[in-house]
C-alpha cells in the first residue's frame, strides 16, 4: 500500500503540471474570457498541495497506524477527484452542475486530513 500511495502522488503531481500548463499556455485565453482563470488556477493548487500530502501518508504509512493513512488515502484520491476534478469541468464546458460537486470533494479532503489526525494520534 505504501508504494500505491506514493507512486499516486507522483502520477497526480505530474497531472498537476501538465493541466497547468495545459491551462496557462492552451486555454488561457479561453479561462479568461468565461472569467474562470482563478477557478483553475484554485483546483490546480488544491490538487498540488494534496500531493504533498499524499507523499507525506506515503512515507509516514509505517510509522502511524496504517489502516487510518490508508483511509486518507482513499479520502484524498477522491477529494482531488471531485474537487479539482469538478472544477476543470466547470471550466473546460462552462456547465455550473459540475460546482455543486465540488464540496464533496472538500469534505472528503478535510476527512482525509482527520484520518492522519487520528492515525497520529492513536501512535505517539
Not at 468565461?34 to 504509512?61: C, M, N, R, W
Request: hydrophobic share 55%; charged share 10%.
Amino acid at each position: 500500500m505504501k508504494k500505491t500511495i506514493l507512486l499516486t502522488a507522483t502520477i497526480l503531481g505530474s497531472i498537476s503540471i501538465l493541466i497547468g500548463a495545459f491551462g496557462a499556455h492552451m486555454i488561457k485565453d479561453y479561462l479568461i474570457s468565461i472569467d474562470k482563470v482563478g477557478v483553475f488556477e484554485t483546483a490546480i493548487k488544491y490538487q498540488f498541495y494534496h500531493v504533498f500530502f499524499l507523499l507525506f501518508l506515503g512515507l509516514s504509512y509505517d510509522k502511524f497506524d496504517a489502516r487510518l493513512i490508508k483511509y486518507a488515502f482513499y479520502l484524498c484520491v477522491i477529494g482531488i477527484l471531485f474537487f479539482s476534478g469538478s472544477l476543470y469541468l466547470l471550466c473546460l464546458t462552462g456547465n455550473g452542475v459540475f460546482g455543486m460537486i465540488t464540496p464533496l470533494g472538500g469534505l472528503s479532503l478535510v476527512f482525509a486530513w482527520l484520518c492522519l489526525f487520528w492515525s497520529i494520534r492513536k501512535n505517539i
